[in-house]
């Protein structure tokens, strides 16, 4: 058996097509370069290695396969989409961003964030004062729909000061173009761009000011918050509070090709964003329509504030998230799995939410309530709560017009 302090043995393993994988490998073989690290990818021959690291979406062909051919190694489950099967099995978890950890870590306590990402050359774009401001995002065409209507109004509103043009890169050979009207005054100059490679250095460093769309709009936002209120005497909800809504594979990944080319970018406001961007230094955030109009009009107002922002957030960039840093951390991570006993998550942690809908939990509720000297209506409650305390206490309510103490 190789021993892995003296020379780490890591193999990246997957089934799926090369062009949804390129960055992936890209950043992982960077780990040559760690001194006594051997990194390959796509051999059968799992015995030989001390680490492997398998996509998701293999696990349930591969992951009981190679556990039987090498059950030596560590196996580690790349960029988790599902919570469920053979994903679960594995020694860890490799994720892409921090809503990703939070969500697999009531199942793995041994998780490595990665933020995998398309690298580039980088770059320092010369920002000047100019009446026509590009605006440009990439991704996926989810994003573009997410756009809708808080940054799509922002960008109609900036169109009223500025001459603006939109820029939208993504996969539109395989996906189409854009299935709303994004802007529908015609104010804005709005081209949709097939992503590739070359895009980087040809159109994208065109850009003045990236923008990174990234929550899902919620169609009645109070109505909501009324259909998922829980227990507003004991939590204090209140129709003021925030709600936002954004998928569990959110990461920033779509920052860095804006940072390395000194382009500064506007965020929705999630986990991720929240980590990478210091407001007014490393970039600006979105949120309602109000806080991207105004992160975007500060920045198309200023060459000299966008010249700033993007090369502090290439500095972040170059500081935090290169291959090179990522890798130097992983490879320590990869030999304390060896050094450091595994650690399972206990037992029930993953269905804490159920504890909400706990009888016991009701019943305190309802004594919570009665402590009350303010009245608190049912109708904000959910029809299964007011069934669960009509059950546990005998309350004359009724859920439109009930009250209770």
């Given amino acids: 058996m190789n021993n892995p302090f003296n020379n780490l043995r890591i193999l990246f393993f997957t089934e799926a097509q090369q062009d949804q994988i390129n960055f992936y490998i890209e950043m992982l073989q960077g780990l040559n370069a760690c001194e006594n690290v051997q990194f390959e990818v796509n051999r059968d021959d799992f015995w030989r290695y001390d680490v492997i690291l398998l996509m998701y979406s293999d696990c349930e062909k591969y992951l009981e ?6 059950p030596h190694s560590k196996i580690g489950v790349v960029d988790p989409r599902k919570a469920e099967g053979e994903i679960l099995k594995g020694d860890f978890a490799v994720v892409q961003g921090l809503e990703e950890e939070n969500w697999f870590s009531d199942y793995y306590y041994d998780i490595f964030r990665y933020d995998f990402h398309p690298i580039n050359p980088c770059t320092i774009k010369q920002h000047h004062d100019k009446d026509e401001i590009i605006i440009g995002t990439h991704g996926n065409k989810i994003h573009l729909h997410t756009m809708y209507p808080y940054l799509s109004n922002a ?46 250095r040809k159109s994208l460093s065109e850009v003045d000011i990236g923008v990174v769309p990234n929550l899902i709009p919620i169609r009645d936002v109070q109505k909501m918050k009324r259909s998922i209120t829980s227990y507003p005497a004991l939590f ?93 951390k992983f490879v320590p991570f990869l030999r304390g799995l060896w050094h450091n006993p595994q650690i399972p998550i206990p037992q029930g942690l993953a269905q804490s939410h159920e504890q909400l809908r706990d009888s016991t939990f009701i019943k305190g509720y309802v004594k919570v309530c009665e402590k009350k000297t303010t009245l608190h209506r049912l ?3 959910p029809d299964s709560v007011v069934r669960l305390l009509r059950h546990h206490r005998k309350i004359a309510v009724t859920n439109k017009k009930g009250r209770f103490l």
């Fill in 236 to 328: 204090n909800e209140h129709e003021t509070d925030n709600l936002v809504r954004y998928k569990g594979t959110s990461n920033i990944g779509r920052l860095y090709p804006f940072a390395q080319l000194g382009i500064p970018v506007v965020a929705d406001l999630y986990p991720s964003s929240c980590c990478a961007i210091e407001p007014g230094v490393t970039g600006f955030f979105g949120g309602s329509a109000g806080m991207w109009y105004r992160s975007l009009k500060v920045l198309a107002s200023s060459a000299e504030l966008r010249q700033k922002i993007g090369q502090n957030m290439q500095n972040q960039y170059l500081k935090t998230a290169t291959p090179e840093v990522f890798n130097r």
């Fill in 379 to 381: 109708s904000r409650l």
């Fill in 155 to 200: 960008i109609e509103a900036l169109a009223l000061d500025f001459k603006v043009e939109f820029r939208a890169y993504y996969n539109i050979k395989e996906f189409g173009t854009v299935d709303i009207e994004l802007f529908p005054s015609g104010n804005v100059d709005f081209k949709e761009i097939q992503w590739s490679r070359d895009i980087f």
């Fill in 65 to 70: 396969k190679i556990r039987e051919q090498a």
